[in-house]
């Protein structure tokens, strides 16, 4: 799989599915790619789950967007894969543009491990049913529909609350997340082989509103509060939200979700504005619900794990080749990408044999 608008990405397909099949290895590419790659030997299949089953990898040429788009493919039906940084930090890639003819190497010669990465599967409800079901490899997150207001939310933890919130939103996050979103929001850096789920706050305006970690095993859920429409401001036209206008008579009018609203000219001397409670959730930054006000989401450990193949720091010869199983097989080769991807400071270090230890 590519990201057919860098030509950068499509001179690097070439150049993988020519190394791919000069050893004789079939190559897929889909219907909406294969035009763009105009390369001889390649397989054309429809988009899908079906394009990766029963393929050994699903090789991907592009930044992390491009794998987390993959991942929509490969995760149902189990095949491992493997990243190709062409974007900007590339922290879900196992190798970069400079090393990928050695890297098809190794692929070719099956000199790679598979680790299983923990997803978060998630369910949002309102007024008791379910309005979607989705899963994420890096983070779902419940974010304010508004730029001009924040979104209140009352945080749970295995079916406790745990605090409320007044804040631009909240991520929940797996440890292979921790570099994206939640990093960003100010969460603590997970490596891949700890089992956790994270929840961190964006922009909350609370005392209490650290990054936590919780156990991978825990059920996290953010409620949407409603409390009613707010005087004083003006109506923005457009506004997806209950709106009630009164007159001297009661209640004039109400607008719900979906439904159209009424123009602030019509609403009377009393102007009112909406106090929705209404978020927008978004999972991996791909896949998208509007929250309607009093809206529940619960997050919990995925199902089904995304499978990614690394070539670095394995031990091929001596293993005999594709080594399986869960957790991550990184162990050092993660502090080395953090220090690669983000340029962190490592002169002085003398490392354990200059210790004598």
């Not at 991520?171 to 850096?189: D, E, I, M, N, R």
């Not at 080749?321 to 983000?342: C, E, H, I, P, Y």
């Amino acid at each position: 799989m590519v990201h057919t608008s860098r030509e950068r990405a499509l001179d690097s397909a070439r150049l993988v599915i020519g190394r791919l099949c000069a050893a004789g290895i079939t190559v897929r590419v889909t219907e909406s790619e294969a035009g763009a790659i105009a390369c001889p030997g390649m397989t054309v299949v429809p988009p899908g789950p079906e394009a990766a089953d029963g393929a050994e990898l699903v090789i991907v040429l592009g930044g992390d967007g491009s794998l987390l788009r993959a991942a929509e493919f490969a995760r149902p039906v189990g095949t491992p894969l493997i990243g190709v940084n062409l974007g900007h930090v590339g922290f879900l890639a196992e190798a970069e543009v400079e090393g990928l003819a050695e890297a098809v190497d190794k692929l070719i010669d099956q000199r790679y491990a598979v680790e299983a990465r923990m997803t978060v599967d998630v369910v949002a409800r309102a007024d008791g049913a379910e309005i979607a079901r989705t899963w994420a490899l890096n983070e779902a997150t419940v974010e304010k529909g508004a730029r001009e207001r924040m979104v209140e939310v009352v945080i749970e933890i295995d079916g406790r609350p745990l605090s409320r919130w007044g804040c631009d939103g909240v991520v929940c996050a797996t440890p292979t997340g921790s570099t994206a979103y939640a990093f960003s929001a100010g969460g603590p850096v997970v490596w891949p082989g700890v089992e956790a789920l994270l929840v961190v706050p964006i922009s909350a305006h609370a005392l209490f509103a650290p990054p936590m970690v919780v156990s991978p095993e825990a059920v996290l859920a953010v409620e949407l509060l409603y409390e009613g429409p707010r005087a004083g401001a003006e109506l923005a036209y457009g506004a997806q939200s209950a709106v009630k206008a009164r007159d001297e008579g009661g209640l004039l009018a109400t607008g719900v979700p979906g439904a159209g609203v009424a123009s602030p000219g019509t609403l009377g001397a009393e102007t009112l504005t909406a106090e929705t409670g209404g978020a927008v959730m978004w999972c991996d930054g791909r896949r998208r619900v509007d929250l309607p006000p009093g809206a529940r989401v619960e997050v919990r450990r995925g199902s089904v794990p995304v499978l990614l193949a690394r070539v670095h720091g394995f031990a091929d010869a001596a293993d005999g080749g594709v080594a399986n199983g869960g957790g991550s097989t990184d162990g050092g080769q993660f502090t080395d990408r953090l220090v690669a991807k983000f340029g962190l400071p490592v002169a002085g270090w003398r490392g354990r044999s200059s210790r004598g230890g």
